[in-house]
């Protein structure tokens, strides 16, 4: 079956338009409180920290990607909200990352390819269901040239049921990525594991710590 034929709940939960995800670890205590307080507090020094775990995710999940390069993508946020906050907190990530490692032959940023071209509702509280229909049509390819033929890296700061990872590979697979990846700082559902590398075990450091020290 291709990827992209409408497909029943279940077989979009097994089989995702993504390859593979990694994440740091899991979205509670002090990482929880640390993209917390990048998004909600506009603490911009815990993207640092936030990009050194994401760092650590991809190095650890290097083994499954492809050979070449790797266009990594964040999840966009719309104009609007990115106005407000000043910010896309994804974005700003995958930049601190990508210098941790410091690899640019490798890991090629491409902040623009995917845009949000409509404001949607906030997913917290929403079924599956309502999460796709809330998402549906909300994310487009902006400049097709930057993903085409690409095997693409989409990174984003949580990954909570895999609607919006799956939303965006629809979108970058239709504009012609040859596969998409996800790498998130923290994921929280037990899902998670049916998308993750086989044997992933990522160490995670004292993130209490790592917050109150980005908190200053």
Do not use: W
């Not at 989409?154 to 012609?176: I, M, S």
């Amino acid at each position: 079956m291709d990827r992209d034929e409408p497909r029943c709940g279940l077989c979009q939960r097994l089989h995702p338009p993504f390859e593979k995800a990694v994440a740091y670890g899991s979205y509670d205590g002090g990482l929880r409180d640390l993209i917390h307080l990048l998004k909600f507090q506009q603490v911009r020094p815990a993207a640092a920290v936030l990009g050194r775990m994401l760092a650590e995710a991809i190095a650890g999940f290097e083994a499954v990607l492809p050979a070449g390069a790797i266009t990594v993508v964040p999840v966009p946020l719309h104009a609007r909200k990115r106005a407000q906050r000043g910010f896309n907190q994804s974005e700003l990530i995958a930049r601190a990352a990508l210098k941790q490692l410091n690899r640019p032959e490798r890991f090629q940023i491409s902040a623009s390819a995917l845009v949000r071209r409509r404001e949607t509702e906030s997913q917290i509280g929403l079924t599956r269901h309502q999460r796709r229909e809330n998402l549906r049509g909300a994310f487009a390819v902006s400049d097709p040239e930057q993903i085409v033929k690409r095997n693409v890296l989409l990174v984003d700061d949580v990954f909570t049921t895999g609607t919006t990872a799956a939303e965006c590979a629809t979108v970058l697979r239709r504009a012609g990525a040859n596969r998409v990846y996800v790498a998130t700082v923290a994921r929280t559902l037990k899902i998670f594991e049916m998308f993750a590398v086989p044997e992933q075990e990522i160490e995670e450091t004292n993130v209490d710590r790592l917050a109150a020290a980005a908190n200053g």
